[in-house]
């Protein structure tokens, strides 16, 4: 199956920072990869389904001039937090279908935000 | 209300124990799946089924289409079992998952 990568795995920065998170699919072209969040002891949450080469699809909620998604090529896809605060300190995790259709997802490792 | 409801929330067992975990879900699914979540947060997809039942090695997983439930059985549970474990469902294609609140498995030696 596909194997992700996700950078970095924590970040603890001061509020108003920009952060930008990193997946990469290793092995396999993705077209779509999904960003999630979790906030301590809740579910995980879809935020955005990130399309290669168009704009993303973000979930009801979600500002997308808050959390800027690129997926510029088929390997990589990249979250930005912009101007953090806070209320945003979470766990961020993305994944990629392993194939078209329905498919086992593969997950990165997460990234841990701690917005001061 | 939450579309997945699993049960247990919390559960520990001793070593060797039968582990059943259910989910519910309460709309129309293209696949059930079941994920691992370890304490650093990392999650493994253990499975994806949309009819009848899967095993891999201790691990089984069904599916009842009709009532919309789901079951994670563990055979001979093992300390290294413990984690938490997710039901979620994909409506298809290119959909993200949404899921449940999990189950928190504890195994004791």
């Known amino acids: 199956g596909a194997v992700v990568s996700q950078h970095p795995s924590r970040v603890i920065c001061k509020s108003g920072t920009s952060v930008k998170i990193e997946c990469r699919s290793l092995d396999f072209q993705a077209t779509t990869m999904f960003w999630y969040r979790q906030f301590p002891k809740k579910s995980l949450m879809l935020m955005a389904t990130?399309?290669?080469?168009?704009?993303?699809?973000?979930e009801q909620g979600v500002e997308k001039d808050k959390f800027l998604i690129n997926h510029a090529s088929l390997t990589l896809s990249t979250l930005t937090v912009t101007s953090a605060h806070p209320e945003d300190s979470s766990f961020y995790i993305c994944?990629?279908?392993?194939?078209?259709?329905?498919?086992?997802?593969?997950f990165g490792d997460g990234t841990r935000l701690s917005i001061l | 209300k939450n579309e997945v409801e699993q049960s247990p929330q919390n559960l520990t067992a001793q070593e060797g124990e039968f582990i059943t975990i259910n989910c519910s879900y309460s709309?129309?699914?293209?696949?059930l799946h079941w994920l691992q979540q370890h304490p650093g947060g990392g999650i493994v997809s253990l499975f994806m089924?949309?009819?009848g039942k899967k095993k891999h090695g201790r691990l089984i997983a069904t599916i009842n289409i009709q009532e919309k439930h789901s079951s994670l059985h563990i055979t001979a549970s093992h300390p290294r079992d413990s984690a938490v474990y997710i039901c979620?469902?994909?409506?298809?294609?290119?959909?993200?998952?949404?899921f449940g609140k999990g189950t928190h498995l504890i195994i004791q030696p």
């Open positions: 089924l949309s009819s």
């Open positions: 990130s399309n290669e080469g168009s704009k993303a699809t973000y």
């Open positions: 709309v129309g699914i293209s696949a």
């Open positions: 979620a469902y994909s409506g298809g294609g290119a959909d993200g998952l949404t």
């Open positions: 994944s990629v279908n392993d194939g078209p259709g329905n498919q086992p997802q593969h």
